[in-house]
């Protein structure tokens, strides 16, 4: 009987995903089979990282912080119903930016009362929709406070937090930093002063919030930070943003949750005091390395390996160079180096500039892992590309929890 192989996955890939006589595994489930139940390309997703991420939040908030506290999935990372719906069932809260966002996570099932709603143009209809909703809180930013002491009915109030801009750079790419004085998201410290110091009829201070970026390694920009807040006297809720960095390569060392959730409470409790509401909003951190999406390879040609996929399953190397990895799905490890080009009439349609694939052929499903963030939340049209499915994967079981778009999808909306 011939013995099979079987390894543990590289750190890039879900949490129990496992390489069987050189083939991937993810969920239990094999990604060559899924590729031919469900076609390409395909977000798959492997459920239990999804909660066991989540639990690992939750628990180390727990662990460290000396008063209440919430994790908050930031959804724009994955805005879809049966993410939303299991960290609901997880006991996260919710962070949304839009009325189309708070729709998914009221239809999700999440509590209203767990829902902050963000964004530096909210619309009246979206202040509105939030505020008869009740969500628990809404983060005030633009011209959000007077208009809401208009839309909030007479004799409620509504909790908010106002957001301020510390002036600290965090050091990640530029285009994914938001806590700088360039950035376009919340008040300057002496324009949120103004807004605190204003005798409200309908408005709840509750408290302050910032968001530093994405991708940040280590915690030492935040002392800055909560400095400023400190700084604009004392409330009872402080929401620190998110932010923590996930590995895109074998190479990338970011901290796990208990690390970087300790490191933030220990600088609250230093600056702000003990007993605070502590509210932290890990969007990427969540879903990012529980994801991976899924191609076929149409040609081989030199150097390139161009798949059915690309740019409108994955905006985030062509939007901001990000880096990913990719592997030959039934002959994981190392190879040589291809240029994995999307099938989009773009020069930068280029997916992985270095893959290091093992001899890929037309006909292969090819794999690039860390994609549970922002891969469906990006997805569009270009050129008329259909949208991928997404797929929960749990004991060797796949489900299809998002159906691909279909070509009569693209024509649905016509009204001429």
Not at 90 to 108: F, N, Q, R
Not at 158 to 178: K, S
Not at 314 to 333: I, Q, T, W
């Amino acid at each position: 009987m011939m013995r099979r192989r079987m390894m543990t996955a590289r750190s890039v890939y879900p949490r129990n995903s496992a390489v069987e006589d050189g083939r991937l595994l993810i969920g239990g489930c094999d990604v060559v089979d899924l590729a031919r139940e469900f076609g390409t390309p395909a977000y798959v997703v492997a459920e239990d990282d999804l909660r066991e991420q989540a639990r690992a939040f939750k628990a180390a908030l727990a662990d460290a912080h000396e008063g209440p506290g919430e994790i908050v999935f930031a959804s724009k990372a994955f805005p879809a119903s049966a993410v939303l719906r299991l960290f609901a069932e997880e006991g996260l809260g919710v962070d949304v930016a839009s009325g189309g966002e708070l729709h998914l996570a009221l239809k999700a099932g999440f509590d209203p009362a767990k829902i902050v709603l963000h964004g530096n143009a909210k619309s009246e209809a979206e202040l509105t929709a939030a505020v008869e909703a009740g969500v628990g809180l809404i983060v005030l930013d633009g011209g959000d406070p007077e208009r809401l002491e208009r839309i909030v009915p007479a004799g409620r109030r509504q909790r908010c937090l106002v957001r301020v801009i510390p002036g600290v750079e965090a050091d990640t790419h530029e285009h994914i930093m938001t806590g700088h004085d360039a950035s376009k998201f919340g008040y300057p410290p002496s324009v949120a002063a103004e807004i605190i110091g204003r005798s409200w009829e309908r408005l709840e201070i509750a408290g302050l919030h910032f968001h530093l970026g994405s991708q940040i390694f280590d915690g030492s920009p935040f002392h800055a930070a909560v400095g400023t807040l400190a700084g604009l006297g004392e409330f009872g809720a402080y929401d620190l943003g998110g932010g923590m960095a996930v590995g895109y390569t074998r190479h990338d060392r970011p901290p796990e949750p208990a690390e970087w959730v300790g490191a933030i409470a220990e600088i609250a409790h230093d600056l702000l005091g003990p007993g605070k509401t502590l509210i932290l909003e890990p969007g990427r951190a969540l879903v990012a390395n529980a994801g991976v999406t899924l191609y076929s390879v149409e040609n081989v040609k030199q150097r390139f390996v161009a798949v059915d996929g690309g740019m409108s399953d994955n905006l985030r190397p062509m939007l901001y160079g990000a880096v990913y990895e990719a592997d030959v799905a039934d002959r994981m490890g190392d190879g040589e180096r291809y240029v994995l080009v999307g099938k989009h009439c773009e020069s930068t349609d280029v997916v992985v500039q270095g893959a290091t694939l093992r001899d890929p052929k037309p006909g292969d499903v090819l794999v690039t892992p860390v994609t549970g963030a922002y891969g469906h939340a990006m997805a569009n049209n270009y050129n008329g590309v259909p949208r991928p499915p997404v797929i929960f994967c749990k004991d060797g079981d796949a489900r299809l929890v998002v159906r691909r778009e279909t070509y009569e999808d693209l024509t649905s909306r016509d009204v001429a």
